[in-house]
């Protein structure tokens, strides 16, 4: 199961094959009832930005509904796993516990659990409420580096922590009400377990509140988020987190097995994050990136080095101990780099991408064409920006190819040139922030530190024109690869992770072991570009500090 702008069920056998699928689309099921746009309502005068906790109820059922009208055997389903979009709270109350643990199989889940909820609405990782409460985090324990040190991650509006805090301060009589706090992932897993299942080991590392270090909640910030006197009360609320990934919640709740004829027997493994799952989509081995380009891009490492910086997030692997998962996320992605391309001439044959990909092709790197020209850097932030922390706008500057000479560019160079430039831009970012976890790829010492491989992921990665240009900024060693599940990477990193809990042979069987035995490359994957090339790949390399001093002189202005 996965959570963003859709409910997506996947169903796999022991070898991988996806057996079964059905999909709810938010916007297409759902929005005339809920009006939800892209899956969720604002509230701009806030920056709130939320979705309807019943739609996500409507949706488990409709999916489940649609999974058994095409056909899946549903009694053969041994276990269930998935994900939900990270950070996103829902608030329980009293009524939550007693209510799931005896529905009653002849009723809708919406029937019986509309009332079980504090709070009406999900805060949604797009949520830019909370910049006083994020103040407070990143002050809280001396510095933003210290709350990273200690989390994984500075302040970000997005994170639950801060959330909670607002929550407590703007909704007090939502806060106090709530028996329990539940993220979008443990939200999912307690429906199907029929009782409130623990927050995921990864996913509680995307809330500002967990002690990476010690494997348990952070009483400071505890303290911060619930006052002193509430903190036993906030620890209840939040629960205990297990911190092995892989082990059974327990059997799902008696109300599928009576309704939907599910096996009695079936395991509810912990769901997680969709960019926790997004990694376990493929056994990803030490070195290699998945960049996700959907709505919004992320660019995701599993390594055993921590590292923590307030400009990224490390986050606890979903499945391996001592391992973490490095993230960076972009609130700019797929939507940027669309208002570039409505800027272009209309493509005329059906593929609306065909302009922008020509534009794209026909620039060189940093539209450098001839001896003596500038490089051309740019920021194409339509949204506010959480890489860096800027506000929405557009810059853009020229250096000289070695990087020297930085200076802002008055005018609008056109949207053809823009075209190749947005998209280096997004992958410069990635490489600037990630240099710290490259090397020479193993037996090629020769090589510049790199990435092994790229594995592209999400909507954007159809494009070969965007395959190509992160191929020449990123490298890639042996390549850059689309996975053939284009959207849905972080479903079936959730299908993966429910077989690795089932399957494995004891707690000391890796997912990667295991997975990796398994899948077969020729059929999940495909090469779309070469990566690394000699020359370019060291002519992106020379402007990347001039592409850090462009960042850091666009945070100055913004922030004076
Ligand atoms: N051929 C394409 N070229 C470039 N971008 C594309 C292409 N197809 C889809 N996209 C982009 O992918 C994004 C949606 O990605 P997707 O992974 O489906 O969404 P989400 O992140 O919401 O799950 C959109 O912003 C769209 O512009
Ligand atoms: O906030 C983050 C990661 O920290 C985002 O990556 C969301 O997790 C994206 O969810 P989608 O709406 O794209 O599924």
């Known amino acids: 199961m996965s959570s963003g ?209 010690s494997e348990k909640w952070n009483e400071k910030l505890l303290e911060l988020t619930a006052t002193k006197e509430g903190v036993a009360e906030l620890y209840k609320k939040l629960g205990d987190v297990p911190i092995d990934g892989g082990k059974s919640l327990g059997s799902i709740s008696p109300y599928f097995v009576e309704r939907f004829g599910f096996s009695p027997d079936c395991q509810i493994a912990p769901f997680t994050g969709d960019n926790p799952a997004t990694i376990l989509s493929l056994p990803l081995r030490p070195l290699d990136a998945i960049v996700s380009l959907g709505t919004s891009s992320t660019f995701l490492m599993n390594t055993p080095h921590y590292k923590p910086d307030p400009s990224y997030h490390f986050m606890n692997h979903p499945t391996n101990k001592n391992h973490f998962m490095f993230m960076l996320c972009y609130k700019n992605g797929g939507l940027a780099r669309e208002k570039v391309r409505d800027r272009l001439t209309k493509s005329p044959g059906p593929d609306p991408w065909a302009n922008f990909n020509k534009k794209v092709l026909e620039t060189p790197p940093l539209d450098i064409r001839k001896e003596g020209d500038k490089a051309k850097l740019g920021l194409y932030f339509p949204l506010p920006e959480i890489v860096p922390n800027v506000q929405a706008g557009t810059w853009r500057y020229t250096c000289n190819p070695d990087g020297s000479d930085l200076a802002e560019t008055p005018s609008d160079w056109g949207a053809d040139v823009d075209a190749r430039i947005i998209v280096e831009s997004q992958a410069l970012s990635m490489r600037l922030r990630s240099h710290g976890l490259v090397r020479s790829p193993p037996g090629r010492p020769e090589l510049p530190a790199q990435p092994r491989r790229i594995y592209l992921v999400g909507g954007g990665s159809l494009n070969p024109a965007i395959a190509r240009v992160f191929g020449d900024v990123l490298g890639g060693a042996d390549g850059v690869y689309r996975l053939d599940v284009g959207g849905n990477a972080c479903a079936l990193g959730g299908a993966y992770k429910a077989l690795w809990a089932l399957e494995r042979r004891d707690e000391g069987e890796s997912f990667d072991e295991l997975i990796g035995r398994r899948w077969r490359e020729d059929e999940a994957i495909q090469k779309v570009d070469d990566g690394f090339r000699d020359g370019v790949f060291q002519r992106y390399g020379n402007v990347v500090p001039a592409f850090e001093a462009m960042e850091k002189r666009t945070l100055a202005v913004a922030h004076n």
């Open 5 to 213: 702008p859709l409910y997506l069920a996947i169903v796999i056998e022991s070898d991988l094959k996806v057996v079964s699928e059905a999909k709810v689309d938010f916007d297409a099921d759902f929005a005339a009832k809920y009006k939800v746009v892209k899956g969720v309502l604002a509230n701009e005068d806030e920056g709130e930005v939320y979705a309807p906790v019943a739609m996500w109820v409507e949706a488990v059922e409709l999916v489940l509904n649609r999974l058994k009208d095409n056909g899946c055997a549903i009694k053969n389903i041994k276990g269930i796993s998935g994900s939900g979009q990270q950070h996103s709270s829902v608030y329980w109350n009293k009524h939550a516990e007693p209510t799931l643990k005896q529905l009653d199989g002849k009723k809708t889940l919406i029937e019986q659990l509309s009332h079980v909820f504090a709070y009406e609405f999900a805060p949604n990782w797009q949520d830019h409420s909370t910049q006083s409460e994020c103040d407070l985090f990143d002050a809280h324990l001396g510095t933003r580096e210290q709350l990273a040190e200690v989390t994984g991650s500075a302040a970000h509006h997005r994170f639950t922590g801060t959330q909670i805090l607002r929550m407590r301060r703007r909704r007090p009589e939502v806060y106090n009400s709530s028996t329990r706090i539940s993220l979008a992932s443990s939200f999912l897993a307690s429906v199907f377990l029929g009782a409130i299942a623990p927050i995921d080991i990864s996913d509680v590392t995307g809330m500002n509140l967990w002690d990476i270090a």
